[in-house]
């Protein structure tokens, strides 16, 4: 479906949809502004991703019509989880906003140095101890 990203969170797919809509309902039930909410040099900050990737997450699937069952407390694990992944696709949601287009390349090319080390622990197994 056009307009649609996925995260990957424990395994599963979860669609996205990022917009003025998405906005909206940030800023309706959260009264996070867009303009004043920013640090000072155009990037988001913590206190509108957890709602913007709520409201994105409900929208991604009202239109992939497939159930959302998440609720608002789940959004701080799956932020935790996929926060590299959620960054990397604010641009293609706001392609026109150079500061969310460099957002998105600096904070991907960290994310994937740090997730290369991640996956490189989880991949090592644990030592049995004798007993």
Do not use: W
Not at 60 to 70: D, E, I, M, Q, V
Not at 85 to 104: A, Q, R
């Amino acid at each position: 479906m056009a307009g649609l990203k996925y995260l990957t969170y424990k395994t599963k797919k979860l669609p996205l949809k990022l917009g003025i809509f998405t906005m909206m309902l940030v800023q309706e039930e959260y009264g996070v502004s867009f303009n004043q909410g920013e640090d000072g040099e155009g990037n988001l900050t913590p206190t509108q991703y957890v709602p913007l990737l709520y409201y994105g997450l409900q929208q991604g699937h009202k239109l992939a019509k497939r159930p959302f069952t998440l609720e608002m407390e789940d959004m701080h694990d799956v932020l935790n989880d996929c926060f590299m992944e959620f960054i990397e696709t604010l641009p293609s949601f706001f392609p026109d906003n150079e500061d969310m287009v460099e957002l998105g390349k600096s904070m991907g090319a960290a994310g994937k140095e740090k997730e290369t080390e991640k996956k490189e622990e989880v991949k090592t197994p644990k030592k049995k101890t004798a007993k």
